[in-house]
């Protein structure tokens, strides 16, 4: 059986975390995800990094 979520339903989601974490902890949770993306994106190809320089 697929899960289906409107919108509704996400949006109590959205209210119970910020509820949980609070506005400014989730902001640097974010920021820790970006940055760790980034850094990944950069390990798996050094060479592509090295050649545009």
């Known amino acids: ?3 289906r979520m409107g919108t509704t339903e996400l949006i109590i989601i959205l ?3 910020i509820l949980l974490f609070g506005v400014g902890r989730i902001g640097k949770i974010a920021g820790e995800l970006g940055s760790g ?3 990944f994106r950069e390990g798996i ?3 592509e990094s ?3 320089k």
């Open 15 to 17: 209210t119970i975390v």
């Open 45 to 47: 190809a050094p060479e």
């Open 50 to 52: 090295d050649n545009t």
């Open 1 to 3: 059986m697929p899960l």
């Open 37 to 39: 993306i980034k850094a």
